[in-house]
């Protein structure tokens, strides 16, 4: 997932600025350019105490460089007005930056009360700047008069994107609704961000503990492990802790034969606040949603949904529902058959229960085991972290050039951090990469890619190359084991790692449309593209080795998985959609009420045909991608950019060559380089010239 955060706590770029004046004596390593390699942020000089002052100072600055822009007495122009926006704010997208990703991934008490005064103090500056009426009238009359300008293309987009972030922060709304707008606003960013924190403490506060030999039946030794280790952590020795970390939960619903405790730990995953506690967030999505209805009636929108849609590639509901219903009903169609062969093989064993929803992993994995004599522990030795990272990179060497050098001594925001030079083939430095990948109480779930610094190169300047972060939360190390991966966290790194080169191979010149500031539903193509080639017989034996022999996989292993490909994507296309269904279901509302978020999401899991073996993928409680995050109205975009990922990998297999130079040339030209210099679809033409079509992707679940 790529994090949309910063751009919800602070819409405006925070780009270069070289008014390095301080208004403050206190030493604070934002105030000045960072002296680090690379000039990364330095981690190791930053307290938390820092954090508010470098907050409000950067806001001061700010304040003061469009006040400058207002009072210049020059007739406005693109590079007095719109550049000049471009570049405001260093310091502000300095601590921006570090503050909000160290909080995703590194939390604590301290960092979680900053951020509490921080989102308002953001909000109100956003507002402050898109509401500010002299700034708009310059905007406007640059904007009105760009047919003359002679601005190339990207110049052209910029002034595009600029504007209409104004006239989408409320710039257009009446001197009376500006206040309301503002006050809409503020009461968001504190509910989303008490959403995520609500969602975290649930994660954290539950633990199954187990102390009988008897309840873990069935779960392999590297689950095992991995769960004395827990209770270590724990002060629970001799025993075994199970989290609602995916690498904890997933494993035991696969293989444990207790039902009761499959049920008992699934009930408390999907349960995650909504539990009538302080930390539940039944209340605070009602809030939400309401808000966000009275934002977009504001702004002229019937529904959040056409206010956020307005601005991605799907331009509104019905294309979305109508892209979801092409895969959705012959997705549902496979879950059904998948859920009677589940069935068959519970009656054959003499269960004498009706399958529901904590035993689908357990069962689909003796199924593929049957199917395919495959299972997850047959290939998770061949998936060691190391190994599965290294061949990411040699994907990105043999499709671009590039090379990955390992950094030592590097500020790091967290000891388990890593950190790599990443060069081009001319031997020129394309960026930083920071990846993180273990769980911890600290990180909020999930994976996804962010920056700390984006790249940008304004004319007569220096190129400022990215400072791109990984982070995720895959299974760790156990006993004398190291990291090894299932198959769906080895798709994970790749795809994270498509994200990053999006990042990383950015050749812009302006940060508000560089690197991955695109549409979320085109963001996700050059992520879920590369998970491609992580299935791919000539790449799984470039890193898929044994541990402990450094054996490549073999082939017949290869054949297995390859044949299982297909295998459960009635679940998987059926779970994601439902989940997709159930945001847009949400978005759409046009009216302000009272919701019941329990009665509102079975009625649209009922209306959406959903069977009852199969839950959406993130209930409403703990939608993270949705409520606090930046995928509200958005949770389609992996469908919508699966079907152009398949059609783009398409253009590799038509060449019969997976690393056609040609066609990742291409790729890297028209699409990774371009951020949001064009339109998405324009984009993408540039590169496959053609529009896509929804086949490859039906052929490549088998739902054709």
Known sequence: MKNWMLMLAFTVVAASCTNEKKTVTEMNPFYEKYSTPFAVPPFDKILNKHYLPAFKEGIARHNDEIETIVSNGAAPDFANTIVALDKSGELLGRVSYVFFNVKEANTNDSIDQIAEVVAPLLSQHTDEIYLNEKLFSKVKIVETQ???????????????????????????????????FKKINAELSLLELKFGNNMLAETNNFKMVIDK???????????????????????????????????????????????????????????R????????????????????IQKANLLGFGSWAAYVLDDCMAKNPKNVYDLIGKVWEPGLKRAKEEAKDIQSMIDRDGGKFKLASWDWWYYSEKVRKEKYDLDEEQIRPYFELTNVREGAFAVANKLYGLTFTELRNMPLYHPECQTFEVKDKDGSVIGILYMDFFPRASKKGGAWMNNYRDQFHYEGEADVRPVVSITCNFSKPSGDKPALLSFDEVETLFHEFGHGLHGLLSQCHYKTISGTSVSR????????????????????????????????????????????????????????????????????????????????????????????????????????????????????????????????????????????????????????????????????????????????????????
Do not use: C
Not at 237 to 246: A, D, P, S
Not at 544 to 553: D, S
């Open 146 to 180: 760009k047919d003359k300008l002679n601005l190339n293309r990207e110049q052209s987009r910029l002034l595009e994107e600029i504007y209409k972030r104004f006239v989408r922060g409320g710039a257009n709304l009446a001197s009376d609704k500006k206040d309301e």
């Open 273 to 292: 606040s909504n539990n009538n506690n302080e930390f539940d967030n039944k209340n605070v999505i009602n809030k939400i949603v309401n808000l966000r």
């Open 521 to 704: 539903d085109f963001v996700e193509l050059p992520s879920q593209v590369m998970e491609h080639w992580a299935v791919e017989p000539e790449v799984l034996k470039m890193y898929a080795k044994h541990y402990k022999t450094g054996e490549v996989i073999p082939q017949v292993l290869v054949d297995k998985i390859i044949r299982a490909g297909k295998f459960n994507q009635g679940f998987i296309t059926t779970e994601f959609l439902a989940a997709a269904i159930l945001d847009m279901d949400y978005s759409t509302i046009t009216k302000v009420g009272d919701l019941d978020i329990e009665k509102f999401e079975a009625a649209s899991m009922a209306k959406a045909g959903l069977i009852p073996e199969i839950i959406p993928r993130y209930r409403s409680t703990y939608f993270n991608h949705v409520f606090p995050g930046g995928y509200s109205s958005g949770y389609y975009s992996y469908i919508w950019a699966a079907v152009l990922d398949a059609d783009a990998f398409e253009a590799f297999l038509e060449k019969g060559n997976i690393f056609d130079q040609e066609v990742a040339t291409s790729f890297r030209k028209n699409v990774l380089e371009r951020g949001g210099t064009e339109e998405a679809m324009k984009l993408y033409v540039n590169f496959r010239g053609k529009t896509p079509g929804i086949e490859p992707l039906l052929k490549k679940r088998g739902l054709n």
């Open 213 to 271: 030999k008897e309840d873990l039946a069935g779960l392999p030794e590297s689950v095992l492990a991995a769960a004395a280790d827990e209770a270590k952590v724990a002060r629970l020795e001799g025993k075994w802790v199970f989290t609602l970390q995916k690498p904890s939960w997933i494993p035991f619903l696969t293989y444990s034969e207790n039902r009761a405790l499959r049920e008992k730990l699934y009930k408390a995953m999907y349960n």
